[in-house]
């Protein structure tokens, strides 16, 4: 497998066309907005998904208050969404799932290594998931924190440790767990290029990029 190149987290600045403020007061003329955390899914989730939970996302994203967010003309909001969608495509030269193979394994090197306390983690190796571990996500109620928790048990990193994974490394370790959750036959199978399957992903659900609009 080519080595990936590590690279810090990513953020870009986003000029407003028409700025906007706050309840206080403060104007906006563009936004910061950093690269989201797996942590930061679950919250958004949390938030109730779709729009809602999308315009809570990007309000903590950009680190500004929620009412921000939904002022935001289209035109203003589209470039963000299509910068956080972008996050998200595949990457050249990852494991690929062989599902007809004998037991599977696979190594990421993290395009953003985290963090957590004094540990920095810089890659991933995952085993394919067995019933158990299936069995392990039930109690979380989140398709993200369910994810998180798969991502766990098929790995050495904890939960607090998976939470601090970028969506786009989280992505290509999902893309690689996702052939294992489908239903079994090989034309069920997802392709190595298809979006990342979120916790659901038995039955090859996909999770779309968060709307910071409507």
């Known amino acids: 497998m080519p080595e990936t190149t590590p690279t810090e987290a990513l ?14 007061g403060v104007c906006y003329d563009r936004l910061t907005v950093v690269e989201p955390e797996l942590h930061h899914e679950i919250k958004m989730q949390k938030a109730g998904g779709g729009s809602s939970g999308g315009i809570a996302l990007l309000a903590l994203l950009a680190g500004v208050p929620a009412e921000v967010i939904p002022r935001l003309k289209t035109r203003d909001a589209a470039p963000i969404n299509a910068w956080l969608a972008s996050l998200r495509a595949p990457v050249d030269g990852d494991p690929v799932a062989d599902v007809e193979g004998g037991e599977a394994s696979a190594t990421f090197q993290l395009l953003a290594p985290i963090v957590v306390g004094e540990k920095m983690i810089s890659s991933v190796t995952l085993a394919e998931p ?4 299936g069995i392990a996500v039930e109690k979380f109620k989140t398709e993200a924190e369910q994810m998180v928790a798969l991502i766990a048990s098929c790995s ?3 939960i607090p440790e998976v939470n601090r994974l970028r969506r786009r490394d989280a992505d290509r370790v999902e893309r690689w767990l996702a052939p294992f959750l489908a239903a079994g036959s090989p034309s069920e199978t997802p392709s190595p290029d298809a979006p990342a399957a979120t916790s659901s992903s038995a039955a090859g659900e996909t999770s779309p990029p968060p709307s910071a609009a409507s």
Do not use: E, G, Y
């Open 11 to 24: 953020q870009k600045t986003f000029m407003l066309r028409v700025p906007v403020s706050d309840d206080k």
């Open 130 to 133: 067995t019933l158990a571990a």
């Open 156 to 158: 050495l990193l904890s």
